[in-house]
């Protein structure tokens, strides 16, 4: 595929989705940096989770070295913590009190600071939607519109690590829980003429953690459900008549201290993005 000008338009048909994944949002960001250096500018996102966050940090403009001053900061994976999670521990660990470990207030400020506070309808290039699982509902939602932070990190918010998100007086978590991949939602939109879906893939034998841990357990039993739905899903897409591009990044699954390895799963994506063939 020839390059493509820096500065073409954003195409909007172009759909991209971004799945969830366990701090996936670096190869995620680098998929989108290499898309963007070769003229591939999708005119909408959805994100689940990590998909969520990557996608609403490019949506809302960040590039370049503005872009590695807020995901390679110490203090970006620090605001995913907070002390309160060291009393709320026993509650969680008896099943006498609380709801979930952390609370994302500190990430709510931290966002505020880099992005300002903004809300998902009023980004229009690339127009931005997020996969979240509406627990006051009781069904799994993609919006498209509301606070841009609050819906990130509620779409971010694993279940028991997190407390659910209240937003709007009602109740959110992980978008991955039931749309790790939110596409779907495309395939009788006449206006998108091709979807891109990036997934992420993390194994042990590639240096992650060993399942058998508590985390382990939790993430091999969503992959297992995430991998079914993706199955379910890929089968209707084929009889919908889009162009459909599936894209995957492997790499390690990262530790919580893995602040040291975050630029090479950049890029990790941009390589994907550099090697896809592209649209013609």
């Not at 009788?188 to 997934?199: L, N």
Request: some cysteine.
């Amino acid at each position: 595929m020839s390059e493509v000008s820096l500065h073409s338009p954003a195409d909007p048909g172009l759909a991209l989705c971004l799945s969830s994944s366990f701090f996936g949002y670096y190869a995620h960001l680098g998929l989108l940096s290499a898309m963007e250096q070769r003229g591939l500018r999708p005119g909408r996102i959805a994100g689940a989770s990590a998909g969520a966050l990557a996608g609403g940090l490019w949506a809302a403009g960040l590039r370049g070295e503005d872009l590695a001053r807020v995901i390679y900061d110490f203090h970006f994976l620090r605001a995913f913590f907070d002390l309160g999670a060291f009393l709320r521990l026993p509650g969680i660990v008896t099943g006498i009190a609380g709801a979930g470990l952390l609370s994302g207030v500190r990430m709510r400020r931290y966002l505020s600071r880099c992005i300002g506070e903004r809300r998902i309808e009023d980004l229009r290039s690339p127009r931005l939607e997020i996969a979240v699982s509406n627990l006051t509902r009781q069904r799994p939602e993609v919006r498209d519109s509301g606070p841009l932070n609050e819906f990130m990190i509620a779409s971010c918010a694993m279940p028991v690590l997190f407390k659910p998100q209240r937003i709007g007086g009602e109740d959110f978590l992980d978008g991955g829980v039931a749309n790790e991949s939110p596409f779907d939602h495309w395939l009788d939109d006449p206006t998108v003429h091709t979807i891109v879906v990036h997934r992420i893939r993390h194994t042990s034998e590639m240096g992650g953690l060993p399942w058998r841990t508590p985390g382990g357990i939790l993430g091999a039993c969503h992959g297992v459900a995430a991998n079914e739905l993706h199955r379910r899903r890929f089968q209707q897409a084929e009889g919908s008549g889009k162009r459909m591009v599936f894209l995957e990044t492997a790499h390690e699954c990262p530790g919580l201290l893995h602040r040291g390895k975050a630029r090479g799963y950049f890029a990790a994506g941009e390589k994907t993005g550099r090697e896809w063939g592209g649209l013609d």
